[in-house]
């Protein structure tokens, strides 16, 4: 378990050098004329999610995201609940979060990579609750085939003193996409 913060650590570690080490950007394919314009929009997700190697199941979530430039803000709402196992001692886990990141921009797409501060709080069995600070990473990859409407995948990540997790989430946006 121990190994697998680690890992987060350093790929959370790479990805923050990314964003400060003074690189450029590189695109294959021409970018929208309008990237850098302020848009919003809201997105809706369900999907799989992983409380470490011992168990996982279903995830939902929602979120909010503003595009200012090149940076996305974004709020987020994650629910994973557990596969029925007596043996684990997580019911579910959620968190609620606020996260920074920056977004490339295409005329049929976006992707988009933030990390932020979260609270998350946890069920497990026989009543007990906790509440803990964690940090959420997210990465968005949508296709936005109107400019209104969008498709696609949602990543997510979450370190914390209590039970990190990961997910993915199939997503449809809606909002002022380009």
Do not use: H
């Amino acid at each position: 378990m121990l190994k697998t913060r680690y890992y987060f650590l350093l790929f959370a570690g790479f990805v923050g050098y990314m964003f400060i080490g003074g690189g450029s950007f590189v695109y294959g394919q021409k970018t929208s004329s309008d990237s850098s314009g302020d848009f919003a929009w809201g997105y809706l997700g369900f999907g799989v999610g992983s409380l470490g190697f011992e168990a996982g199941g279903f995830s939902a979530g929602y979120g909010f995201c503003s595009q200012i430039g090149k940076n996305i803000f974004s709020f987020q709402l994650l629910y994973i609940e557990e596969k029925s196992s007596e043996d684990y001692p997580f019911i579910g886990i959620g968190d609620i979060g606020i996260l920074y990141g920056r977004i490339a921009k295409a005329s049929y797409g976006f992707a988009s990579i933030s990390a932020g501060i979260s609270l998350v709080w946890g069920d497990r069995r026989y009543g007990k609750v906790f509440f803990t600070v964690g940090i959420p990473v997210e990465a968005q990859l949508f296709w936005t085939p109107l400019a209104f409407f969008g498709i696609g995948l949602y990543g997510f990540a979450n370190l914390n003193p209590e039970k990190s997790f990961v997910g993915a989430l199939l997503c449809i946006q809606i909002g002022k996409l380009r």
